[in-house]
């Protein structure tokens, strides 16, 4: 069967228009990975990428300013991580940025994140610039030291509720204590027998002390208490004395 002029026609649009569309996906993807705008490169070396891959974004402020152009393994503890960044950004990142790797969002892709300089240097990171790396945690780590703080947590747990369950089942003296009436009333009553000493005690000092006064006061006891007074009189003269 021939196909006729207008089947040919329909045939070229509906190719021009999955053309334009396929151009119009890459336009895009090019000019969220920086494609079509002046780049230039900076690098940092990493001990652990953490998951990283190229292609993935690289922020600044929270700003998608360029890509992890490549990742190389140098030696067994060292990955060069090179970015392609905007040039607009020049100015803003300093020598002394740094570089660290997080993730978008909770569960989201890794990205390269470098966060503002001008601490120790207000220098332009230029073209070819090695910029500070930090570390990411090592998550199998950082897994492995929750699950001891989890297994720690629940031992504490486990033998609090012990604790509690022989409390309250009257076993050992603070069990006993709590549980037993008779122990109870016998703690209630040393304790007012104590308070009843105290008060006493309290009493008895009060009336040595009107004693004492009234002694004083005696003709008969006043002479005595009078050489006392003068006696520390000297006593403290004589201790001035020798300070000097």
């Known amino acids: 069967m021939k196909s006729t002029s207008s089947q040919k026609i329909k045939i070229g649009l509906f190719s021009l228009l999955g053309l334009a569309a396929l151009l119009l996906v890459i336009y895009f993807i090019g000019s969220q990975k920086g494609a079509f705008n002046s780049t230039y490169d900076v690098h940092g070396t990493f001990k652990n990428v953490n998951g990283l891959v190229e292609g993935n974004n690289v922020r600044f402020a929270g700003i998608n300013v360029g890509v992890v ?51 120790t240097s207000h220098e332009q990171a230029e073209n070819g610039t090695a910029l500070k790396a930090v570390n990411p945690i090592d998550g199998d780590k950082l897994m492995m030291k929750m699950a001891k703080v989890a297994d720690n947590a629940q031992r504490v747990t486990e033998s609090l509720a012990d604790l509690f369950e022989k409390v309250n089942k009257g076993k050992g003296t603070l069990g006993r204590l709590i549980n037993s009436d008779q122990l109870a009333d016998k703690l209630e009553n040393t304790i007012k027998t104590a308070n009843k000493t105290v008060t006493s005690v309290h009493k008895t000092s009060a009336t040595l002390n009107e004693d004492l006064k009234a002694a004083q006061h005696n003709f008969l006891l006043r002479g005595y208490f009078k050489k006392k007074q003068q006696q520390k009189k000297l006593d403290s003269l004589k201790r001035n004395k020798q300070k000097e």
């Open 69 to 119: 152009k490549s990742i190389e393994i140098v030696s067994d503890s060292a990955v060069v991580v090179n970015l392609k960044l905007n040039s607009k950004t020049k100015k803003f990142i300093k020598k002394d940025s740094r570089l660290s790797i997080g993730s978008d969002g909770l569960m989201g892709d890794k990205l390269v994140i470098i966060g503002p300089g001008g601490i």
